[in-house]
Nanobody, 128 residues
C-alpha cells in the first residue's frame, strides 16, 4: 500500500502556472506507475500525466506541451508543473500510484496506472 498526499492547488487566471506536489509513503519501492488524474464536476476522472518505472512519461493530448510530470525519488515526491493554464483545466487533481502496473491501449499513447492508490485530491481553478 502507498499513501499519497497532494498539495499545490489553488486559483489562477488563464495563462498562469501552478506546480502540484504529491508526497508518497509506504511501499513506494513497489510502485511501477505513478501519475496525475483529474475530475471536473459532472465528468469522469481522466488521466493527465503518468510516469512508469522505466522512466517513460505520457500525457493526455489536452495537456501536451503545457504540463510536465517529474519525480524526486530521494524525496518520495511526484510533481506536476502546469503552465499556460486554461479554464478547462479546472478540476480536482488526484495523485495515483500503482504496484500492479499500467495499461496502454492500442488507440492511445497514454499509459494509465492500473488499480492505483489515490490521494485525497487538490483543487485547481482557472478563471478566464
Amino acid at each position: 500500500q502507498v499513501q499519497l498526499v497532494e498539495s499545490g492547488g489553488g486559483s489562477v487566471q488563464s495563462g498562469g502556472s501552478l506546480r502540484l506536489s504529491c508526497v508518497a509513503s509506504g511501499d513506494t519501492a513497489s510502485s511501477t506507475c505513478m501519475g496525475w488524474f483529474r475530475q471536473a464536476p459532472g465528468k469522469a476522472r481522466e488521466g493527465v500525466a503518468t510516469i512508469t518505472y522505466d522512466g517513460v512519461t505520457t500525457y493526455a493530448d489536452s495537456v501536451k506541451g503545457r504540463f510536465s510530470i517529474s519525480q524526486d525519488n530521494a524525496k518520495g515526491t511526484l510533481y506536476l508543473q502546469m503552465n499556460n493554464l486554461k479554464p478547462e483545466d479546472t478540476a480536482m487533481y488526484y495523485c495515483a500510484a500503482s504496484i500492479v502496473g499500467w495499461v496502454q491501449y492500442s488507440t492511445s499513447t497514454f499509459r494509465t496506472c492500473r488499480q492505483p492508490s489515490w490521494g485525497q485530491g487538490t483543487q485547481v481553478t482557472v478563471s478566464s
